[in-house]
């Protein structure tokens, strides 16, 4: 089998995958490198406080489960019990 594009003629399956796995893989590298540099972090703020809660160790909990997947820098305001 021969599949022909605008630049590439490849002659078989496994070379047309492997082929389109090494380009995307190179397009995504650059990417990755680019925009790793640019992204500012999210600026987030909490406000948090009450009578019934460890409201401390929730805050701690949510931020660190929140930098899992994103890159946040939080404000926290803790209004004291209540």
């Known amino acids: 089998m021969i599949i022909v594009t605008k630049r590439f003629v490849f002659k078989n399956t496994c070379t047309s995958v ?3 796995v090494a380009i995307l893989m190179a397009i995504s590298c650059h990417t990755n490198a680019v925009s790793a540099q640019e992204v ?3 600026k987030a703020l909490i406000i948090t406080g009450g009578c019934c809660h460890d409201y401390d160790a929730q805050t701690k909990l949510l931020q660190d489960g929140i930098r899992k997947y994103a890159h946040v820098d939080f404000d926290v305001v803790n209004e004291g019990k209540g």
Request: proline share 17%; no cysteine.
């Open 40 to 42: 500012k972090p999210i």
């Open 18 to 20: 492997i082929g389109i």
